[in-house]
């Protein structure tokens, strides 16, 4: 168990609608990461929150979005949903982003109908 | 980031050593070596990293060749749960650094 927590663990909705994915990192990581993989595109990362903020941005598409709470939880939201868009979503941790090893919550499946 | 290549698949008899190899020949002086593993559609864990020196922890040993060109991930007793993917990332620790995964090599330990 890495401490990352991530809900729900699968959802399965139609095209067209919209989801968010939340992630709860490991006690007292300030970072967390979005990372998408999908059958035909392996892992790929989308972005990047520090304490709040963004910090980097990956191959995230505009109908995506995330944020960081206070809390530090996060939240990836997906609108405007596709087929395409059916893949496994990880969010991972770190305590700063620099220099420290980013841990993986268990994903989250996102089936598009 | 550097890029890397692994094998893509491997096997290893259960209760022997698995030596997982890769290259990253391109790798800068700043740039660490870090390997995650992953279980079948489970999260990407991660096991080990390196920068130059060679390292140990519960789970493996990383040997990383003295021009840095090349490493190996050593699983010194390979057991069935041991089967997954192998990612082998070679990345610099800044801020903001994600991590970019490759094809990995496919590790299967046999009975």
């Known amino acids: 168990d890495s401490g990352v927590t991530q809900t729900p663990k699968h959802l399965i909705t139609a095209t067209g609608q919209r989801v968010t994915l939340r992630c709860s990192p490991r006690s007292g990581d300030l970072s967390v990461y979005w990372y998408q993989q999908s059958l035909d595109q392996g892992l790929q990362f989308l972005i990047q929150y520090y304490n709040g903020e963004e910090r980097a941005k990956g191959n995230i598409l505009e109908r995506f979005s995330a944020q960081q709470f206070p809390d530090l939880h996060s939240e990836l939201n997906l609108s405007s949903l596709e087929l395409g868009d059916s893949a496994l979503y990880f969010c991972?941790?770190?305590?700063?982003?620099?220099?420290?090893?980013?841990?993986f919550g268990p994903g989250t499946r996102l089936t598009v109908l | 980031d550097a890029k890397t290549t692994q094998p893509p698949s491997m096997d290893c008899a259960e209760g022997r050593a698995a030596n997982l190899p890769c290259n990253h020949s391109?790798?800068?002086?700043?740039?660490?070596v870090y390997w995650y593993r992953q279980i079948h559609s489970q999260g990407p864990q991660y096991i080990i990293h390196g920068l130059k020196n060679n390292e140990t922890n519960e789970m493996a040993s990383l040997i990383i060749t003295e021009d840095r060109k090349s490493s190996t991930l050593i699983l010194p007793h390979a057991t069935l749960r041991d089967t997954a993917v192998y990612y082998c990332i070679v990345r610099v620790n800044n801020a903001g650094n994600m991590l970019t995964f490759g094809g990995g090599t496919r590790l299967m330990v046999k009975p």
């Open positions: 991972a941790s770190s305590l700063a982003g620099a220099s420290d090893t980013q841990y």
């Open positions: 391109t790798i800068s002086g700043n740039e660490y």
